[in-house]
């Protein structure tokens, strides 16, 4: 009898787990500069979905351009200490692993991430406490200019934090847009070039660029305890609502430039001295801009004329799969079993 009873058990486990895996996504890697071109990958039965309602949990995530060929889980929002990360007062870390802290000025842009077809801005906000020589100073906003498109996403400014409330403001080309509050609301481009997506109700978000980058936004507050730990001394008429940021590109060259594009460079040596504890790292001149949405800073590659208009995946190919939603995380087409 007992026998038979493990049996049944695993029989039982076998036949689970294959019914989840059944009803899993997978994903199609469309680009073929990725190196798992033309694959469909399964998502995993842990997490057999690349998006849920509920932000906290692990959806599946592939990333193409790895030489492994697999999928994961991860969580929807910013991870502050992985590469690609800019957060706090802010504090990035490099492609290259490197933590380094690049403090700008308050109320002025900033190159991110400079290449021929992608450059990514930053609106610093902040203030001057009676006595410092320097501004402590956050990333308020993002200028994104994107092939010949332009979308900006920034924290709307509040006095105090109140968490039931939307403090994420977007716009397209130049106009006004509004991603529709809730969980997995969801906005493209009519090119499909762009998708907005909210991961949770409010205040989070995914913005992905076709095969070319993944950027996940939380807007967070200076909190009490921050300024207590700190002594940022911030007023009582401003809470400093701020993004934290995770950035993973796809199709960046070897010419890539910004205060953290450049950290990608095949030949880049990062300035930050190791061993200390908050390595700062200059260059404002060179990496400030004029606006949110220009590229004018004396390192600035982009160039959109130069960007191929290539389709990545021919129109017939997209045809033959059985693919019922769009484009997930600029990498790939997500197909329902």
């Known amino acids: 009898m007992e026998i038979r009873s493990s049996s049944f058990f695993i029989i039982l486990i076998i036949f689970v787990s294959t019914a989840i895996q059944a009803k899993a996504d997978s994903v199609y890697c469309s680009n073929p500069a990725s190196r798992c071109y033309g694959k469909y990958i399964q998502c995993p039965y842990e997490c057999p979905s690349t998006s849920y309602e509920n932000r906290k949990a692990k959806v599946c995530h592939v990333n193409c351009d ?4 697999k999928s994961h ?9 992985s590469p690609g990360s800019a957060c706090y007062d802010p504090r990035f870390i490099g492609g290259d692993g490197i933590v380094f802290y690049f403090h700008g000025k308050s109320n002025e842009h900033f190159s991110l991430v400079s290449d021929t077809s992608l450059q990514i801005n930053g609106r610093f906000i902040g203030h001057r406490p009676a006595g410092r020589t320097r501004d402590f100073t956050w990333i308020q906003a993002l200028g994104i200019l994107f092939n ?3 979308i900006s996403l920034e924290a709307t400014k509040a006095a105090t934090w109140n968490s039931e409330v939307d403090h994420l403001k977007f716009s397209y080309n130049g106009e006004e ?3 529709p509050e809730g969980a997995l609301s969801s906005w493209y481009s009519p090119e499909k070039e762009v998708k907005v997506e909210r991961v949770a109700k409010k205040n989070s978000v995914i913005v992905t660029l076709k095969d070319t980058a993944e950027i996940i936004v939380n807007v967070v507050p200076v909190t009490k305890e921050d300024d207590r730990v700190h002594h940022y001394k911030v007023p009582p008429d401003d809470c400093f609502a701020h993004l934290e940021v995770q950035f993973t590109f796809f ?3 070897p010419n890539v430039d910004g205060v953290l594009g450049r950290t990608y460079r095949p030949d880049f040596e990062n300035p930050a001295k190791p061993g200390v504890a908050m390595p700062v790292v200059g260059g404002e001149d060179k990496y400030r801009t004029t606006s949110l949405l220009s590229s004018d800073c004396s390192t600035c590659l ?3 004329e130069t960007h191929s208009n290539q389709e990545t995946t021919s ?3 997209i045809l033959t799969l059985d693919c019922t939603r769009g484009a997930s995380a600029g990498y790939g087409i997500v197909c329902k079993k």
Request: hydrophobic content about 20%.
């Open 66 to 69: 790895s030489p492994v060929c």
């Open 73 to 81: 889980c991860k969580h929807r929002k910013p991870n502050c200490n």
């Open 148 to 150: 010949s498109h332009s």
């Open 177 to 179: 847009l509004v991603v």
């Open 251 to 253: 199709s960046l060259s």
């Open 302 to 304: 982009f160039s959109p």
């Open 315 to 317: 129109q017939t190919e």
